[in-house]
């Protein structure tokens, strides 16, 4: 589980304030993913970066914005986010696109907006 | 359109019993199909996927999984089940004719080992 790390586990924040969610993959891994799981829904995949270029937008709202710097880092910086916004971020990780690769997961973010 | 479907959101086994997680897909032309399992407080772990060849698939752990073309299914199996399976399990799909990297993910199958 330590091939892909997030940072912070947890995160409590206010709508008016401004975050940043970080990962990092140890893999090698050329594709990365921005997921959102909240409870009793499906795991919603959010953002997709190949060799550092965006790929997928999958309709998010302006108040998530992804950055990634470099194939082994993936930003997701958050402002004025709403309480339904609270669910767990997951980053993941896989070798390349198309995907029959499978995808490696970081332990994610708990976050809660207040 | 591409979806899965997990018909149980819990599954009760005793341990040393057998054990399966249901999996039904709909994607236009082939699939791509994954199991992931989830331990409290951690992310998705890859357990084995379907690209080709073989319908039965072996993965990590003594799971195993069967592809059935006919039916749909990527029902997910272990000959006898341990405690520490207890977990949430995701099937996921993605069609690989499309353009588009979408995993797209059940709502998960909470199992519970009896001891």
């Known amino acids: 589980e330590t091939g892909v790390t997030q940072t912070p586990r947890h995160l409590v924040m206010g709508m008016t304030n401004k975050k940043s969610l970080k990962c990092e993959q140890h893999l090698g891994h050329n594709a990365m993913y921005w997921y959102k799981q909240s409870a009793k829904k499906p795991l919603e995949l959010m953002f997709v970066?190949?060799?550092?270029?965006?790929?997928e937008n999958n309709s998010v709202p302006s108040r998530f914005s992804p950055e990634c710097p470099n194939s082994s880092h993936l930003f997701l910086h958050l402002h004025t986010l709403q309480p339904e916004d609270s669910a767990l971020y997951l980053c993941?990780?896989?070798?390349?696109?198309?995907?029959?690769?499978?995808?490696?997961f970081g332990p994610g973010t708990r976050l809660t907006v207040t | 359109a591409q979806s899965v479907a997990q018909p149980e959101d819990q599954v009760n086994v005793a341990e040393g019993n057998p054990l399966t997680v249901k999996c039904t897909y709909s994607v236009s032309g082939n699939p791509y199909l994954f199991w992931y399992v989830q331990y409290p407080n951690r992310g998705l772990q890859f357990l084995l996927k379907?690209?080709?060849?073989?319908?039965l698939v072996k993965g990590s752990y003594g799971f195993e999984a069967e592809f059935n073309k006919s039916q749909t299914s990527f029902h997910l199996k272990k000959p006898s089940a341990l405690v520490s399976d207890s977990a949430l399990y995701f099937c996921?799909?993605?069609?690989?004719?499309?353009?588009?990297?979408?995993?797209?993910f059940g709502t998960g199958t909470r199992l519970t080992v009896i001891p």
């Open positions: 379907y690209i080709t060849g073989d319908n």
């Open positions: 996921a799909v993605r069609a690989i004719q499309t353009g588009a990297n979408n995993l797209f």
């Open positions: 993941a990780s896989s070798q390349g696109q198309p995907s029959s690769y499978e995808q490696y």
């Open positions: 970066y190949n060799f550092k270029e965006q790929t």
